[in-house]
């Protein structure tokens, strides 16, 4: 029997005031993550504090500065299937519809989509050693079953790769990330949210233990013009990325004016290279550009024994999303194509 607190917080301020030790009190949001490591037998929090129920938090809105507040606790579905959503930032929209399954959407938030860990099944099992689980015991997925690892970012810590689609989107939509804690708000860059393993697996991402998210903002830009989301994995639904990519392109004719690019299914967090981006920058949207530029943004990739050809995958997906960003219309809504 596993007794533990239960706290319904009414208020963001209510939820601060309990989370001063992150590693004994845990935030439940849609629970679908953290109830599975409690299955699991992972995780054992002396208090469970409840955000559902606190409205603050729920809203999309436009803001002054013409970009999009999106509160933590909105579901994943409410977010992609949003009016504003949908119409300014599509690549969002694709990115999450991508993820999980409509009841998982149905359920999970956007802040607990930033705060999901890796789905390495070494992570995962409670008899396994797994330094970001038990640091200093080990990490059984360097020379075990490795398909699904990381091949950039990667250390002799950990090689476990960040599993959200929808974070892929944000970071290539330069979000920023609000939270706050009895000291008041910070904003955190979206690129300095999520973390590389190190020396630190255990650590997934900067949030300070009693810090709360409560919104994620994103700029006006948003590529509603061009862009592509772009997931490949073992079945078309319900399943992890080996290897996506989400592009937003801004055009003049065909040359491109600003070029975002960032990758899942690689790395500790979303992958952007600013210098693979620059490279694209008032050069022809052609296969050729596109591929000089995932030779820069996978520089330095190296694989394990069972994923080493995500690499030479990476870069004809880097390649075809920027050929889809050009026509997203010729899109199906949903539609991904599977290896
Ligand atoms: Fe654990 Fe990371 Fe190794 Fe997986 S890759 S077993 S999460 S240390």
């Keep these: 029997m596993n007794n533990f607190n239960y706290i319904k917080a009414d208020s963001p ?5 309990q989370i001063s030790d992150r590693q004994r009190t845990f935030l439940l949001a849609g629970g679908t993550n953290i109830i599975d490591l409690w299955k699991y037998n992972l995780t054992h929090p002396d208090t469970l504090v409840d955000l559902s129920q606190i409205k603050g938090l729920k809203t999309i809105h436009t803001l002054e500065n013409g970009g999009l507040h999106l509160g933590a606790l909105v579901s994943n579905s ?4 949003h009016e504003l959503v949908k119409s300014k930032y599509p690549l969002l929209s694709k990115t999450i519809l991508a993820g999980a399954t409509a009841q998982i959407r149905n359920s999970a938030t956007n802040g607990g989509n ?8 070494y992570f995962y099992d409670a008899a396994a050693p797994c330094n970001k689980r038990n640091p200093g015991s080990g990490c059984p997925a360097i020379k075990g079953h490795n398909r699904m690892h990381a091949i950039l970012g990667h250390s002799d810590q950990c090689i476990a790769v960040f599993p959200s689609d929808m974070c892929i989107a944000l970071a290539a939509l330069d979000a920023i990330v609000k939270v706050k804690s009895s000291r008041g708000e910070r904003i955190i860059k ?19 233990n009693d810090e709360l998210i409560i919104a994620i903002e994103l700029p006006n830009e ?9 997931k490949l994995r073992d079945r078309n639904s319900y399943a992890f990325a080996l290897i ?3 592009t937003g392109l801004v055009l003049d004719g065909q040359i491109i004016q600003k070029a975002n690019i960032a990758l899942g299914g690689v790395a500790h967090q ?7 981006e620059e490279f694209l920058i008032g050069k022809d949207a052609t296969p050729e550009n596109f591929a000089n530029a995932a030779d820069i943004i996978l520089a330095g990739a190296k694989g394990f024994e069972h994923n080493s050809f995500k690499i030479p995958l990476a870069k004809q997906a880097i390649i075809r999303n920027g050929a889809m960003a050009l026509h997203p219309e010729r899109q199906r809504p949903g539609a991904q194509p599977s290896l």
């Design 13 to 17: 301020d209510h939820a601060i005031q």
């Design 244 to 246: 996506s990519v989400a």
């Design 270 to 276: 979303p992958w952007r290279v600013p210098e693979a």
């Design 114 to 121: 930033l705060m999901q860990r890796t789905r390495c099944h």
């Design 190 to 208: 979206f690129s300095d949210f999520h973390r590389l393993p190190g020396d630190q697996p255990e650590k997934d991402n900067t949030l300070e």
């Design 78 to 81: 409410d977010t992609a299937h």
């Design 222 to 230: 948003g590529f509603s013009d061009h862009y592509s989301y772009l």
